[in-house]
T-cell receptor
Framework: GQQLNQSPQSMFIQEGEDVSMNCTSS?????WLWYKQDPGEGPVLLIA?????ELTSNGRLTAQFGITRKDSFLNISASIPSDVGIYFC??????????????FGQGTILTVHP | EPEVTQTPSHQVTQMGQEVILRCVPI?????FYWYRQILGQKVEFLVS????????KSEIFDDQFSVERPDGSNFTLKIRSTKLEDSAMYFC????????FGPGTRLTVL
């Protein structure tokens, strides 16, 4: 089956530091999504990527869709305490859209120390 | 971002009992999903539902599971005879420009 390998599994950083996490796969995904999940809540969409090579920003967040379509990364600049949570990548086989089954990575647990 | 609500927020049930999880209110959407997340693990796809029919389901979605849109607004997931390993968070998602997730129902099977 399709698997997404997300790393790192967890990160402990100081407020103000930059953060980088990534997802890789042995299969091609044609759409990549990044979600954040707070404890006891549902995933909230951060960034959607629809084209290979695409680089998209959302405030302090930047994500890229790898050129091979087998990877994606998410960067958070100048982290703040409210960035704490679990970050998930998710891939879709269908391209240019977000319709269909999402395959999720295992998540990156982010802890930010003030 | 469209609002997705789910009820109940927490359901405790005995093994072997039937449970119905609801995604409400839903209107003017054609494409829905159910996902689950076992505690501490990743989110897993269960089923997608388009135009009142199942369009895709995972191997997790066996005969014990069913989905319905009984009255054109609610979207339900039924587990006919719950097992201990069904304990998880269950998320409904709706499709607009992308998939938006509800807050989830925590199911605990004792």
């Amino acid at each position: 089956g399709q698997q997404l390998n997300q790393s790192p599994q967890s990160m402990f950083i100081q407020e103000g530091e930059d953060v980088s996490m990534n997802c890789t796969s042995s299969s091609i995904f044609n759409t990549w999504l990044w979600y954040k999940q707070d404890p006891g809540e549902g995933p909230v969409l951060l960034i959607a990527l629809y084209k290979a090579g695409e680089l998209t920003s959302n405030g302090r967040l930047t994500a890229q869709f790898g050129i091979t379509r087998k990877d994606s990364f998410l960067n958070i600049s100048a982290s703040i305490p409210s960035d704490v949570g679990i970050y998930f990548c998710a891939g879709l086989r269908s391209g240019g859209t977000s319709y269909g089954k999402l395959t999720f990575g295992q998540g990156t647990i982010l802890t930010v120390h003030p | 971002e469209p609002e997705v609500t789910q009820t109940p927020s927490h359901q405790v049930t005995q093994m072997g009992q039937e449970v119905i999880l609801r995604c409400v209110p839903i209107s003017n959407h054609l494409y829905f999903y159910w996902y689950r997340q076992i505690l501490g693990q990743k989110v897993e796809f269960l089923v997608s539902f388009y135009n009142n029919e199942i369009s895709e389901k995972s191997e997790i979605f066996d005969d014990q599971f069913s989905v319905e849109r009984p009255d054109g607004s609610n979207f339900t997931l039924k587990i006919r005879s719950t097992k201990l390993e069904d304990s998880a968070m269950y998320f409904c998602a709706i499709q607009t420009d992308t998939q938006y997730f509800g807050p989830g129902t925590r199911l605990t099977v004792l």
